[in-house]
């Protein structure tokens, strides 16, 4: 189905992080749904000129290679804390 609006085409636009983030640990952030919050919150907009085609399928994605010893990769969220020390050190 061609796109046709800005809406569509975030949406369709996805598929792509999406894939990456399957393949990604437990608790990495997830830019797909961010896409989608976005698309829901565009106030109405005039259809492009001309439809769009589809955008192409996602590609097969390697697996995520092992990492450490046991295999098992622990995702731990910055501070705004730690953060602000890495800028200082950066910068200094």
């Known amino acids: 189905m061609p796109i046709v609006n800005v809406k569509g085409l975030l949406t369709q636009a996805t ?3 999406a894939a990456i983030e399957a393949k990604l640990p437990e608790g990495a952030p997830k830019v797909s749904t961010m896409l989608l ?16 085609p ?6 097969e994605l390697p697996g ?3 990492l450490g010893r046991g ?3 622990r995702v731990v969220p910055m501070t705004m804390e730690a953060l602000s020390f890495m800028g200082q050190e950066i910068l200094s």
């Open 15 to 17: 598929a792509y992080p």
């Open 54 to 59: 589809d955008l192409p399928a996602v590609p």
């Open 64 to 66: 995520m290679p092992e």
């Open 71 to 73: 295999g098992a990769v």
């Open 37 to 52: 919050d976005t698309a829901v919150k565009i106030p109405v907009v005039p259809d492009f000129p001309m439809a769009v």
